[in-house]
């Protein structure tokens, strides 16, 4: 084995032992050669070891199939990402009139709807599935104004899905499969639990009460498929890990997708939190002097995962998760692939001291419908608590125990960092209205209101 990935895989088994994660599959990439690991077990139940072929569930990171789904659509003449998609959907309906009559393709694909985005409920398995979703969707409360501020939202990905059936006539699966997954040779990336349970897969983890279980539901449900459903191994990943480190053509010449239409999936269009921008549902982070990243993360019910692409460097990193704990796992993992392979460290903040009167203007709580942060002094910590409400992977669930406390740290005006695990790292930002009061906050990448 190669040293370099030696050192990461040793580090992925520090992390899983650090925090309970049962099983990992890594894949990497660079100057040319791939790089793969299984490690640990699919299942704390069946104790099924994990390989490259494993399938895990790669949650969000879908919703880049479904920009780039967007993009070919619409350099064949059946999408406009800048036309209001009425024109799409007649039907579609918000608690905003005004929003859902200027929404575009654009807006979903960038989270700048500002209609609240965490809405999950599961219409069962038939072909009206998303458009039972869609109709809930119209039901959910505008939180910020239309347009004007990135929070991360899954409900407009569910309508951008609906959308590319409006436009291609047909179920949304069957869009990816026939646009992406046929011509990469994805072959063992599949949407439906029936493909899955007959190939070797991982089942996601929970942490209750010092015990690991297995989080049950496994599938998040077909109305969620166009915002997290897509199911992979680590090995297929790669193939499509591979085409975007290209110009839009498959291996054997023949163009999938414009040189164009490629650079507008990875050109940043919006600010999104820290140093990252959203470009069509791609997140962009620089990264030292002169490249960028190009990744996005997934979550669903106990499984964690991470894809992130190097272009200037022909870089990849793929790392699963079956663990609702192994984004902290997969974070410090990265960040030992891009030592060892790049030798970069990442992105490392040095933090200011605030005065005491300057925190008072940022202690409170923030508040969205599935819940809320407080923030408040304790001796001499900033700490922020949150308070989760429920809802995934169904309106009906309840959480088993809520999040621990994490201090934060600010590293500039209004933005800060969560110093704490399984937390730490992750940035956040207070968002202040023209007359410079604090209106919101963003954690987790989602923006909550001031009360």
Request: hydrophobic share 40%; proline share 5%.
């Amino acid at each position: 084995m190669d040293r370099r990935f030696s050192r990461v895989c040793a580090e992925a088994r520090r992390q899983m032992k650090k925090f309970y994660v049962p099983g990992m599959a890594l894949g990497f990439l660079y100057k040319g050669k791939e790089y793969y690991s299984g490690l640990g077990v699919a299942s704390v139940e069946t104790k099924l070891p994990v390989g490259p072929d494993t399938l895990f569930q790669i949650g969000s990171i879908s919703k880049t199939f479904l920009a780039q789904a967007a993009v070919m659509l619409s350099e064949k003449g059946k999408l406009d990402l800048d036309k209001p998609i009425r024109a799409y959907l007649p039907e579609f309906r918000l608690k905003d009139a005004a929003v859902a009559r200027k929404v575009t393709m654009r807006h979903l694909l960038t989270h700048t709807g500002g209609w609240f985005g965490d809405y999950f409920n599961d219409f069962g398995s038939g072909d009206d599935a998303l458009k039972r979703m869609v109709e809930e969707v119209g039901r959910l409360p505008q939180i910020t104004p239309f347009g004007k501020i990135w929070s991360y939202n899954n409900a407009g990905f569910y309508v951008a899905g609906r959308v590319l059936e409006k436009a291609a006539g047909k179920p949304f699966e069957k869009i990816v499969h026939e646009l992406i997954f046929k011509p990469l040779g994805m072959g063992n990336s599949f949407f439906f639990a029936e493909d899955a349970i007959s190939r070797s897969f991982a089942v996601g983890h929970k942490r209750v009460k010092g015990k690991t279980r297995i989080a049950r539901p496994w599938a998040i449900g077909r109305a969620a498929h166009p915002a997290g459903g897509i199911v992979c191994s680590a090995r297929d990943l790669m193939k499509y890990a591979r085409f975007h480190l290209g110009d839009g053509c498959l291996p054997g010449g023949k163009r999938l997708v414009s040189a164009r239409g490629m650079k507008a999936l990875h050109t940043p269009l919006v600010h999104a939190t820290g140093a990252k921008s959203v470009a069509l549902s791609w997140f962009v982070t620089p990264l030292g002097k002169d490249m960028n990243v190009i990744s996005h993360g997934g979550g669903t019910n106990g499984q964690q995962t991470s894809l992130a692409i190097v272009p200037e460097r022909k870089y990849v990193s793929i790392i699963f998760t079956n663990s609702g704990r192994g984004s902290a796992a997969a974070a410090a993992v990265y960040l030992r692939g891009l030592k060892e392979f790049l030798g970069e460290a990442g992105d490392k903040k040095s933090y200011i001291k605030l005065s005491r009167k300057e925190v008072s203007e940022y202690l409170g709580r923030y508040a969205l419908p599935d819940g809320e942060f407080s923030i408040f002094r304790k001796k001499n910590n900033i700490i922020a608590q949150m308070l989760d409400k429920g809802g995934f992977p169904t309106p009906a669930h309840k959480p088993e125990q809520q999040p621990p406390p994490t201090r934060i740290a600010f590293y500039g005006a209004d933005k800060f960092e969560m110093t704490d695990y399984p937390y730490k790292g992750n940035v956040g930002e207070f968002i202040r209205d023209k007359k410079g009061k604090i209106r919101y906050a963003r954690f987790f990448s989602r923006v909550h209101v001031r009360k």
